[in-house]
């Protein structure tokens, strides 16, 4: 009898012992995550959060050179805003923005789609002609410009000597408002097609032979293949494919910049390269209406994210 009041008595003390340490066990596991978060919200609050109150704090207020040294700048509210609306410049620029970024990422996507399928057969120097593309990708954005600057010259350009050649005469492609535009986004989908190329080639080598196996049994074609298969499977890696070049090709400007300076006229002028000229294109910056476009393209790349997680959604249900 006494043994097992012993024993009962053990018992209740390992579960007493048991209750109390399992709320400890909670609350190190609850710092143990913290511990391990705390560098990504420090990131996200130091390199994101601040740098967008930063520029929101900028667009409301009249903020000149010597209001950033004085510390004193004029508060102006939503007065920035209906400026950079009312301008003349505003739907020019938005005009030249959708031209842009949409002809850059629809080219960008079907060139690298069209490369990923061909390179997914896996030929002889497949690997080469793969590390050959990504070139453009990994060239400064300063030398690719510069390079289809000269390419595209007027005078002595090698693009108007070859169409010379053919017995088309002189195209003033950076010089002439008709063609400005079409010169910068034919350098920007070339930059961005060896991005396009790795990521669909990357989500082509989840695709299961298997499928494509059973297809070719059942007696369908390469086109039946591409549009029953490899397209409909490919459709998460291709959202955010697409995002990520609608965000990346709206604040493009080292490229603009470089070969037109957004002219001549406003012909090649974007939304960002509009921001970067107010505030450091000029010997006169204007820091707040730049922040006031800069914040425009921060709404229209967050609206595109919304629509890019309700189309996850739609895809996962």
Known sequence: MTSLHTRTGAVREASGRHQHAAPRRRRSGRWTAAAFLAPLIIYLIVFYAYPLYRNIDLSLHDYTPRAFIQGNPEFTGL??????????????????????????????????????????????????????????????????????????????????????????????????????????????????????LVILYAGLQNIPGDLYEAAGLDGAGPWQRFTRITFPLLRPVTLITLLLGLIYTLKVVDIIWIMTRGGPADASTTLAIWSYREAFGTGQPDFSPAAAVGNLLILIAFVAGLVHVRLQREETA
């Open 79 to 196: 007065a920035n805003y209906r400026a950079i609306l009312s301008d003349d410049t505003f739907l020019r620029a938005l005009r030249n923005t959708a031209v842009f970024t949409l002809a850059s990422i629809a080219a960008q996507y079907l060139i690298g789609l069209a490369l990923a399928v061909f390179f997914h057969r896996n030929f002889r120097l497949s690997g080469v002609l793969r590390a050959l593309f990504l070139v453009p990708w990994l060239l400064p954005l300063i030398v690719s410009a510069s390079t289809w600057s000269w390419l595209l010259n007027s005078d002595n350009g090698i693009v108007n000597a070859a169409l010379q050649a053919f017995g088309i005469g002189q195209i003033n492609w950076l010089t002439s408002p008709g063609t400005a535009l079409l010169a910068v986004t034919v350098a920007n989908i070339w930059l961005g097609v060896p991005f396009n």
